[in-house]
């Protein structure tokens, strides 16, 4: 899997500008605020997914135009795809795939990127927000289904918070609630199925990775943690609904007194633990990055395995976070598939990776 070009239109700082990538590591490089992380934005856009910085894709817009695109050449199996992306402002984005209308979970498969940024390098110690986006940015990309799944649950989500908010104002809304908590369960039972695989593979891959980080001396945890009714995640589906119904039908009151929904997979979360012990809690600052870092690596793993090649992997800014121990680890586990890398100071890394580079200047690329 690689992105062999690019052309960007409108698209954030980048007015018009195409950029050919080789088939290993490409270094970004450029002084703050130029336009690199933009150009990895775009790139894993193609993807399918929402971008990893903002769910709103008129942000993707420059702030003169009225619409951005981004067009681009993926080798996927030898085979060249043209995939384009048109966002343009109060409008679904629009996805074509040589040429033909597609929507954006079917982009799922097409292309696959693993992106490591540096909030990555918070992902075990922060809130389990990151760690459900770690889950839905994953599988979205594997399974067009989850991906389906997802939108649905969100807006769902949205309907029944409003209802909760609103009731006092419009009573009337309330005989629409039940009808949105049995939705949001039926979606809820089958994404806990996606999520229980995927966090049982990513367990698997991720502690190798990590135990040879640290030497052998550590051994890196991962189970999944669901809705509390739930008894086994990989249980057929009628089940895990019916479980997910009981906790509904207990919380009920407790919701309409908060006016939030308080049952689903918005909740969801990945224990994750060092040695046995919570790596919330108890992980050194560099044991939680080396966990991050191993669990990431590890997703690349999973994806090469899922397709048979490996995704194209997105590294913004985050060398230069890493100790030099760490860094080497990264670039040495790199090969085999395309990179791209960005950074603020070129020369050490692309001698290092011996990599194509590139330069960014207020959105022109040379
Ligand atoms: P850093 O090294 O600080 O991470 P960077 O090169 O990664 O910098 P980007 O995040 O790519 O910088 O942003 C480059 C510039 O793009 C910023 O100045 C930002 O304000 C600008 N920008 C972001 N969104 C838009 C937009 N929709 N329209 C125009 N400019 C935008
Ligand atoms: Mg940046």
């Known amino acids: 899997m690689r992105i062999e070009r690019i052309a960007l239109s409108g698209f954030r700082n980048y007015d018009e500008e195409t950029v050919q990538f080789g088939p290993d590591v490409n270094v970004i490089c450029g002084p703050n605020a130029q336009g690199k992380t933009n150009l990895l934005e775009a790139v894993y856009l193609l993807t399918g997914a929402h971008s990893f910085r903002t769910r709103f894709d008129k942000e993707l817009i420059g702030f003169d135009c009225g619409w951005a695109s981004v067009l ?6 030898g085979r060249t795809q043209t995939v384009r992306l048109l ?32 909030d990555d390098l918070y992902l075990i110690k922060e809130g389990a927000a990151a760690r459900r ?31 909760l908010k609103d009731r006092y104002d419009k009573p009337s809304l309330l005989t629409a ?21 995927f966090v049982e593979r990513l367990a698997g891959a991720a502690a190798p990775i990590h135990w040879d980080f640290s030497g052998g001396r550590e051994e890196l945890g991962l189970v999944y943690k669901t809705v509390s009714t739930v008894t086994d995640p990989r249980a057929p589906v009628e089940d895990i609904y019916a479980q997910i119904m009981d906790h509904q039908r207990a919380h009920r009151q407790a919701e ?8 689903g997979i918005h909740k969801d979360d990945i224990e994750i633990s060092v040695n046995g012990a919570s790596a919330r809690s108890y992980a050194s600052q560099g044991q939680a990055r080396t966990a991050a870092l191993s669990i990431k690596l590890a997703e690349r793993e999973i994806f090469k395995a899922e397709t048979g090649q490996y995704p194209v992997l997105l590294l913004d800014d985050v060398l230069s976070e890493l100790d030099m121990t760490r860094q080497e680890f990264v670039l040495n586990r790199i090969g085999g598939g395309q990179t791209l890398i960005t950074c603020c100071e070129d020369e050490d890394i692309s001698r290092r990776t011996g990599g194509r580079v590139f330069s960014v200047r207020e959105g022109h690329i040379r």
Do not use: H, W
């Open 72 to 77: 681009a050449d993926i080798d996927s199996d």
């Open 87 to 118: 966002f343009q402002r109060g409008q679904r984005r629009q996805v074509t795939v040589n040429g033909v209308k597609k929507t954006s979970s079917s982009l799922a498969g097409l292309m696959t990127a693993v992106l490591f940024s540096p």
């Open 133 to 163: 986006r770690l889950m839905d940015n994953a599988i979205s990309q594997l399974r067009p289904g989850y991906a389906a799944l997802l939108s649905d649950y969100n807006k769902l989500y949205e309907n029944k918070t409003r209802i």
């Open 177 to 197: 609630l039940d009808e949105f908590s049995d939705g949001l369960a039926r979606c809820s039972a089958r994404m806990i199925r996606y999520r229980a695989s």
């Open 256 to 263: 309409l007194d908060a006016g939030a929904c308080l049952t």
